[in-house]
């Protein structure tokens, strides 16, 4: 990978975002890093059979909790960004979400979450927060796609990073079905280490 993955889905608009942010995403063929902080996640619990369902699948966190500590690995590599976010929960709970994203296109990127499921994501930046937006989920096997429309699962996801200054950012992750309004969120501050 000779650019930077989020640089090379930018563009120019790369430059546009916070140090913050940037340094989040700056990670050459080969280097990892680090981030710990503490995450908010919740959804209504109607719907814990489905989240059960997709976390099954290795997409989303399980359990709410008001305030769980977060630790995200990330590796990069000539095919994309390996993500391996780990939340220790106060009553003794661990839980583990691991994802891959990969270049699409032009503002575009696949993330991968297990057995071949996964989401499409448009990617902007506005008013230097780093913003995506679901395209749309899909399940691939070798060459064939399969598109699973967001309505048929939780909803459209929308996420959104913002710089609190040079070594921190808060994440804001929400998912909003056409039927259920807010359907999944997470959120929360992260520093580096």
Known sequence: MTEILM??????????????????????DGEES???????IDYPAYL??????IHLFGGLLLWRAPAAHAEVDKTADAGGLSWRRRLDYPDGRSDCFNSRMTYVAD???????GFGFGLRLQVSVENGDL????????????????????????GSATIREHALAADRFYLDFEIHHPWWGLSYQYRGEFAYR
Do not use: C, K
């Open 107 to 113: 503002r575009e990127l696949a993330e991968y979450i």
């Open 131 to 154: 913003l995506y937006r679901s395209l749309g989920h899909f399940w691939q096997s070798g060459s064939w796609v399969v598109p699973i429309p967001d309505w048929l699962l939780l």
């Open 7 to 28: 640089q090379q889905v930018l563009g120019n608009d790369w430059q546009r975002l916070p140090e913050a942010i940037q340094r989040h995403y700056r990670l050459g």
């Open 34 to 40: 680090r981030l710990a902080g503490t995450m908010q």
């Open 48 to 53: 814990f059979p489905l989240i059960w369902l």
